[in-house]
Each structure stands twice: as C-alpha cells, then as structure tokens.
Antibody, heavy 123, light 108 residues
Framework: QITLKESGPTLVKPTQTLTLTCTFS??????????VGWIRQPPGKALDWLAL???????SYGPSLQSKATITKDTSKNQVVLTITNMGPVDTATYFC???????????????WGQGTLVSVSS | EIVLTQSPGTLSLSPGERATLFCKTS???????VAWYQQKPGQAPRLLIY???TRATDIPDRFSGSGSGTDFTLTISRLEPEDFALYYC?????????FGQGTKVEMK
C-alpha cells in the first residue's frame, strides 16, 4: 500500500526559503520507473504542478516556480524534499506530494496523493 | 504551455441527474495523456479517469470519459450524493503537467 505524507512549516515569512519533506512508503525510489512530485493549490484555486523527481534522479520543474524550486531525494530515508526560495504571499497554498510510475498502467498520471500541508506566507 | 479550459465553472444538478463536464485544450494532445480527478473539500484529489477513458481502480462505472484532440468530456451518468465535488482535467506533454481550473458539481 502506497502512502505519502508531507511535512514542513505552516508559516513562513516573505523572502524566506521553504523546505517541505515528503515521506513515503509502499515503494522505493530506487525502483525503475518510480517518481515523486509536488503539486500545490492556493486557497480556492486550481492545482499547479511544481516539480517531479524520478528514480534515476531525472528532474523536471513546472513553469510557475521557474528557478525558485529545487527537488531532491534521499532514498535511504524514503523522502523527497522540495525547496522554494524567496517565498511570497502568492506562494500561500496547500502543497501535495504525489506518486507516479512510468511503468504503471496509469502513467503519466498521479495515482497516489498525500493529504497535503497548508503553508501560509505572511510577515 | 498547454492551457486547459474547463466548462462550465459550476454545474447545479440534483441526485440522479446526468452530469457532463468539458475540458478543452489549447492544442491537440495525446488522449493517453489526459486524466480527470475528483476533489472533495479538505481532501486531496483522487484519480478518476486516465488515458481519457479508463476508470481508475475502484471508480464506479457511472463515471466515464471520452474525447480526443482538443476536446474531452467527463460524464457522470446518475449523480450520487457523494459525487458532488470539484473535478479537474489534466494533461501531460513535453515533460510537463497542466490542470484545468476545475468544474464544481453542486447540489441543486
């Protein structure tokens, strides 16, 4: 059974760096085809894909964060970390961690989601 | 970037009625790379339909998807109380995922 859970601060100040951790179970990011990504949702707004990292350390980023985001993995801990620099009020959102498998029947879609974590940006 | 436009923004229907949701892409996309998600308040989205027309695991058969090119449709044949929620379409292309802005199916 695949599960994912996000953790990190609930409040950050403008210009600070946000670090979010996704801790997962039920699969390994050393297994060919596996990927973990991040999607955010500002309050009352639509979903926005941010970043994704694959088992082979390939990474891709969505256009909304441009060079502000970095995604990394720690396979020994079953964790994926998303870092976003220079946070601003527009970055206030619920951040979801998601699973994807290039070898799964549901490729290229997100078949498992974490519960999400709300991050507010305010001074 | 491919833009997905969903319509209508809100659909007001009664239980038992048929719901038809639309998703139009700004350019032609591969049907295999189109999905629909359902999101209830306070919850994460759930994958409903992938490959434009295949139901995900444990999704009831009252949900169906269709479409090709730039026009895709999600149909709920007979609305159950638990189906009143937000629905998003999504596409994948050029190593990037984009979502529509969502359609809210609300109880009339």
């Amino acid at each position: 059974q695949i599960t994912l859970k996000e953790s990190g601060p609930t409040l950050v100040k403008p210009t600070q760096t946000l670090t979010l951790t996704c801790t997962f179970s039920g699969f390994s990011l050393t297994t060919t085809g596996m990927g973990v990504g991040w999607i955010r949702q500002p309050p009352g707004k639509a979903l926005d894909w941010l970043a994704l990292i694959y088992w082979n350390d390939d990474k891709s980023y969505g256009p909304s964060l441009q060079s502000k985001a970095t995604i990394t993995k720690d396979t020994s801990k079953n964790q994926v970390v998303l870092t976003i620099t220079n946070m601003g009020p527009v970055d206030t959102a619920t951040y979801f961690c998601v699973h994807i498998s290039t070898r799964g029947k549901t490729w290229p879609h997100f078949d498992y989601w974490g519960q999400g974590t709300l991050v507010s940006v305010s001074s | 970037e491919i833009v997905l436009t969903q319509s209508p923004g809100t659909l007001s229907l009664s239980p038992g009625e048929r719901a038809t949701l639309f998703c139009k892409t700004s350019q032609s996309v591969t049907s295999s790379y189109v999905a629909w998600y359902q999101q209830k308040p306070g919850q994460a989205p759930r994958l409903l339909i992938y490959g434009a027309s295949t139901r995900a695991t444990d999704i009831p058969d009252r949900f169906s998807g269709s479409g090709s090119g730039t026009d895709f449709t999600l149909t709920i044949s007979r609305l159950e109380p638990e189906d009143f929620a937000l629905y998003y379409c999504q596409q994948f292309g050029r190593s990037s995922w984009t979502f529509g802005q969502g359609t809210k199916v609300e109880m009339k």
